[in-house]
């Protein structure tokens, strides 16, 4: 499993790093991460548009699982059930949102392992036809050195950014209008945990980790968030608003 991993993810990333940090001017560390992370956010935008087309469908059948809720208030397990039928009815994969979190993993682990110490590059991860360049400058923007960790300012982009970008992609939550807790469905507690835990945990516990952390890992951090804002904003949203034409009842003649 590691040698796989190696394989796959971290060296051709760690190779794509060099040879972007190889081409820019004054080999600047700082740019190629910025430039790597547009790159891998690019190759896993189809994960983003599922993401975004689940959400859509969660949303388009909402009429049918408030039925649900109704007709099966008192059975919260045949409520469920129910629900998950359908789900699977719909093809609507709840936990789908999470995929593009999961997947950037290995991405943060890999660059964890390049920047644990220093960078200094291996020739013996580097590809033949990769051009090794002579010096590179870990200085981003003259004074953030990008191999050394505990970086408050980048930490603190970090979490900030990751609740602009889960802010933006999450759905609104809709308040519970009823007085009666009993009415109260295990899915709804189960969302509102969630969407307190996305919103809120998640970014102060990315702040946390990103602060032990190299600067570097942070760099990737924010610029992802930065550019997932930049997606919900521009790109999914044109999806949602074409998306909300179609589903829209045609006027009578």
């Given at each position: 499993m590691i040698n796989f991993f190696k394989i796959i993810v971290f060296i051709p990333l760690y190779n794509l790093l060099v040879w972007l940090t190889a081409i820019l001017p004054g080999a600047d560390l700082g740019l190629a991460i910025i430039l790597l992370t547009i790159l891998v956010k690019i190759v896993i935008f189809p994960l983003y548009k599922t993401s975004v087309m689940t959400q859509i469908k969660m949303k388009a059948v909402e009429g049918e699982l408030k039925a649900i809720k109704e007709q099966n208030k008192d059975n919260l397990p045949e409520q469920s059930r129910l629900?998950?039928?359908?789900?699977?009815?719909?093809?609507?994969?709840?936990?789908?949102?999470?995929?593009?979190?999961?997947?950037?993993?290995?991405?943060?682990?890999?660059?964890?392992?390049?920047?644990?110490?220093?960078?200094t590059i291996d020739i013996n991860l580097v590809y033949s036809f990769i051009t090794i360049p002579n010096h590179i400058n870990t200085i981003f923007l003259g004074f953030v050195k990008l191999t050394v960790s505990h970086n408050y300012a980048l930490a603190f982009l970090t979490g900030v950014t990751q609740y602009l970008q889960v802010t933006l992609s999450l759905p609104k939550?809709?308040?519970?209008?009823?007085?009666?807790?009993?009415?109260?469905?295990?899915?709804?507690?189960?969302?509102?945990?969630?969407?307190?835990?996305?919103?809120?945990?998640?970014?102060?516990?990315?702040?946390?980790?990103?602060?032990?952390?190299?600067a570097a890992i942070s760099l990737y951090w924010v610029t992802s968030n930065v550019f997932s804002a930049i997606y919900e904003v521009v790109v999914i949203k044109k999806i949602k608003d074409q998306d909300a034409v179609l589903r829209a009842p045609k006027a009578s003649n």
């Amino acid at each position: 499993m590691i040698n796989f991993f190696k394989i796959i993810v971290f060296i051709p990333l760690y190779n794509l790093l060099v040879w972007l940090t190889a081409i820019l001017p004054g080999a600047d560390l700082g740019l190629a991460i910025i430039l790597l992370t547009i790159l891998v956010k690019i190759v896993i935008f189809p994960l983003y548009k599922t993401s975004v087309m689940t959400q859509i469908k969660m949303k388009a059948v909402e009429g049918e699982l408030k039925a649900i809720k109704e007709q099966n208030k008192d059975n919260l397990p045949e409520q469920s059930r129910l629900t998950m039928e359908l789900y699977k009815k719909e093809k609507i994969n709840p936990f789908s949102s999470f995929l593009v979190l999961l997947i950037q993993i290995p991405i943060i682990i890999s660059l964890f392992y390049v920047f644990r110490q220093s960078f200094t590059i291996d020739i013996n991860l580097v590809y033949s036809f990769i051009t090794i360049p002579n010096h590179i400058n870990t200085i981003f923007l003259g004074f953030v050195k990008l191999t050394v960790s505990h970086n408050y300012a980048l930490a603190f982009l970090t979490g900030v950014t990751q609740y602009l970008q889960v802010t933006l992609s999450l759905p609104k939550r809709e308040k519970n209008k009823s007085s009666d807790k009993k009415e109260v469905s295990f899915g709804q507690d189960l969302a509102k945990s969630m969407d307190f835990q996305m919103r809120y945990a998640m970014p102060v516990m990315t702040a946390v980790i990103a602060f032990t952390l190299p600067a570097a890992i942070s760099l990737y951090w924010v610029t992802s968030n930065v550019f997932s804002a930049i997606y919900e904003v521009v790109v999914i949203k044109k999806i949602k608003d074409q998306d909300a034409v179609l589903r829209a009842p045609k006027a009578s003649n």
